[in-house]
């Protein structure tokens, strides 16, 4: 039978003293390379596989760093790239972030060994996803709370003390290979073996939640721990009233005192607890946060919204809120690319939240959950209806097309909802028609009574005739088609989310249906009827596809300008210096525009069309450049106003002129778009599944309900992927999912 360990583990047979066994370290950072060489320091074979390919070189010269003070160790052990690497797997030891543990395990499970085993040293719940792949007899438990850094290529810096517990998962009882494997870890500190690493884990997810929300900021952890302590306690509740429901056992770690921070926990203890975290944080040489290095040092994407997928998994299905957990998670999205947004005014509005009241829904689970099965048994009925509408072709550009389409939509709305109590007809010359309908509330007891608004669109980007070569088609639960995601699902949903509510006897407020036919071009001809539209209602319901599943809380605003140079024509050969070149001109300011780029603040500028000129014999007399100018603030869109205004040539022979301007503001997360995005979670919840939500780039009809003052729910329509696109698809499950969610969130509406 051929020896399967790998080489780093495979012993001579002439050796009389048996080699310590070897290691492969996967995920060569902060956690991974302070294992990996304490083990390779104890004699250990270590080899450690990193996709950077910088920090393995780094390694593979100088071995591995940890830095401590003003002094530096180095130990030598195998560095390779998973592309470079060669032989079988036996102990494996993964510590990749959290988010890369399925591609980390597309590398591994090929190549381990059937006796050899996987070891979780990451944040986060990672043992099932590793169990599913490998095998649970193959995946060992560990709960890891090290404070290091990856300080540059090869070098990790040592944070101090921590802790380490290893153990078989589900809470089986300690094996010899745990022993085993605790004994080897010794040689970094004390690591011990335990029948409880769930314990410890969920114990981490509170003590990390604290930690995730001190990223927020620029400033030491346990000074703002310390500073928002009403923030720091609701945080760690939120997660550990999940873990309560769970039947879990807490179990305490380093400084880490759990049970003062569940629920309900005596406020002296809880305090007491605060001074003795936050006194040792004060001891460690770490005093920012991994999460916060990732943002504001290596400028990548955090994974804190991966850590905490089963916290809200959970939460959802056991109907507990977590609205300052969510706050932080995406609080620290906003951040991706944006450091200099840190802010600690975001753990003041933390604190507010902690302090405020929580609010019950007016629903119960029962009333969510009727809305779902009955919406669940008309599914086919849904479907029926998305294909008749998606057999109308609407491209923005064919107004006969979109009348033909506006023609069918009034005659299925009288056949979907009856009657409304007032229909207008908003007629436009160059773009399609504005449909308005207004229908009454019914056994309402809100005090707000202006009529919600349910915005969405008709036209799509798809030309007349494309229904001929790709029709409404339907796999199971795959449905594709143009228009499907973008956004005819989207209305469908909504329609069916009052039929619900009607059939059910279950309140809803007053709703105006206002559905426009040129919103893929920019809703030129009906952004003013909508903006009037937005000023008398309570709020908008926005029926745009979801991003991935989630809500749409944020879009960029967008810009669209044209940049004109006038120069003078001469005979480029006969006379090359008389000629005052549009083209070089253009050129010079297309740099300059470059110059506006600005990443981290959410702002993106494209040059995407350039002309000019008319023979290559000529000085170019005239060039044009056309740009798509992407902003997530309002002061980034007064900014780069200012610069377009302020563009001069170069060349004092030329001319340049900027036309153009913002085709849409910038939807910006208010408190009241964030308020009614945590009403919306709260209905998800009731009805047993997690509802996030995103930022994008992409503007919608949303972008100004919300610059005029009206709060917004964008992103609530379609659940699928491929707008604009051939692989345009919706889901069958996703619609009665929706448009449960939609009704839901009207019913509370209706009630608050």
């Not at 290979?177 to 509170?206: I, Q, T």
């Not at 900014?639 to 910038?666: C, K, S």
């Amino acid at each position: 039978m051929n020896d399967l360990r790998p080489k780093s583990e495979t012993r001579p047979k002439s050796e009389t003293h048996p080699k310590k066994p070897g290691y492969t370290v996967v995920g060569a950072g902060a956690i991974g390379g302070t294992l990996a060489l304490a083990l390779a320091r104890a004699g250990h074979p270590v080899t450690v596989v990193d996709t950077d390919p910088t920090h393995v070189d780094a390694i593979r010269t100088h071995g591995l760093v940890v830095a401590r003070g003003g002094t530096r160790e180095s130990v030598p052990v195998t560095a390779t790239t998973p592309d470079e690497f060669a032989g079988p797997l036996g102990r494996v030891l993964l510590a990749v972030k959290a988010q890369a543990t399925g591609a980390a395990l597309d590398w591994i499970a090929p190549r381990l060994a059937p006796d050899g085993y996987v070891v979780s040293l990451q944040n986060g719940f990672n043992e099932s996803l590793i169990a599913q792949r490998v095998g649970a007899s193959r995946t060992v438990a560990a709960f890891v709370n090290i404070f290091a850094d990856v300080i540059e290529p090869g070098v990790i810096q040592d944070g101090g003390a921590g802790a380490l517990v290893i153990g078989e998962p589900d809470g089986a009882p300690v094996s010899p290979r745990v022993r085993d494997l605790v004994a080897d870890l010794r040689s970094w500190g004390p690591a011990v073996a335990s029948d409880n690493v769930e314990g410890y884990l969920w114990a981490k997810a509170g003590f990390g939640a604290m930690l995730a929300a001190t990223a927020l900021a620029d400033a030491p952890m346990a000074d703002l721990i310390d500073r928002h302590r009403p923030a720091m306690a609701a945080l760690t509740a939120e997660v550990f009233a999940v873990s309560d429901r769970l039947g879990v056992t807490l179990e305490a770690f380093d400084a880490f005192e759990p049970h003062a921070f569940r629920p309900g926990a005596d406020p002296a203890a809880r305090n007491a607890a605060f001074d003795r975290l936050t006194a040792w944080l004060r001891t460690q040489t770490k005093d920012r946060s991994g999460i916060w290095r990732d943002l504001a040092v290596r400028h990548r994407p955090v994974e804190a919204p991966t850590h905490y997928t089963d916290v809200f998994h959970h939460a959802a299905r056991e109907g507990l809120p977590t609205t300052l957990l969510r706050t932080v998670v995406n609080g620290l999205r906003q951040l991706e690319g944006a450091a200099h947004d840190m802010s600690e005014s975001r753990l003041d509005e933390l604190d507010r939240l902690a302090k405020a009241p929580a609010s019950a829904l007016p629903l119960d689970s029962a009333q969510a959950e009727a809305v779902r099965r009955w919406l669940d048994a008309h599914r086919e009925d849904m479907v029926a209806d998305l294909a008749a509408y998606t057999s109308q072709g609407s491209a923005s550009d064919d107004l006969d097309a979109l009348g033909t389409c506006l023609g069918w939509l009034r005659g299925w709305l009288d056949r979907r909802l009856g009657e409304p109590d007032a229909e207008e007809t908003l007629a436009r010359e160059e773009a399609g028609d504005i449909l308005v309908r207004r229908y009454s509330a019914r056994d309402t007891t809100t005090q707000d009574n202006r009529p919600v608004l349910l915005l969405g669109h008709y036209d799509t980007v798809w030309p007349t005739g494309t229904l001929d070569t790709w029709p409404f088609q339907r796999d199971g639960d795959r449905i594709s088609g143009p228009g499907v995601f973008d956004m005819k699902a989207g209305l469908v949903q909504a329609v069916w989310a009052l039929r619900a509510l009607d059939a059910l006897d279950l309140p809803r407020p007053a709703c105006t249906v206002m559905l426009n036919g040129d919103e893929e071009t920019g809703s030129l001809a009906s952004r003013d009827a909508i903006v009037e539209e937005a000023r008398d209602s309570r709020l908008a319901m926005v029926f745009e596809a979801a991003a991935d599943g989630a809500i749409k809380t944020a879009r960029k605003g967008v810009g669209l300008f044209t940049v004109t140079v006038t120069g003078s024509e001469a005979h480029a050969g006969l006379d090359p210096t008389a000629g005052a070149s549009a083209v070089d001109e253009l050129a010079h300011q297309i740099l300059r525009l470059a110059d506006l780029r600005s990443p981290d603040a959410g702002t993106s500028l494209n040059v995407g069309v350039v002309a000019g000129g008319t023979r290559s014999n000529v000085t170019a007399g005239h060039a044009v450049g056309r740009i798509d100018v992407r902003v997530a603030t309002a002061a980034e869109q007064q900014r780069i106003r200012a610069a377009l205004a302020a563009l001069r040539p170069v060349d004092p022979r030329t001319r340049v002129e900027v036309t153009g301007g913002w085709n849409r503001p910038v939807f910006e997360r208010t408190e009241s778009v964030a308020a009614l995005a945590d009403l919306a979670r709260r209905c998800a919840a009731l009805l047993g599944h997690d509802l996030p939500e995103a930022s994008v780039g992409g503007a919608s009809d949303g972008n100004f309900v919300v610059a005029q003052g009206t709060p917004v729910l964008d992103g609530i329509g379609a659940v699928g992927s491929g707008a604009h696109a051939r692989s345009e698809n919706t889901s069958v499950s996703g619609m009665v999912t929706r448009a449960a969610l939609a009704a839901t969130v009207l019913a509370a509406l209706a009630l608050e």
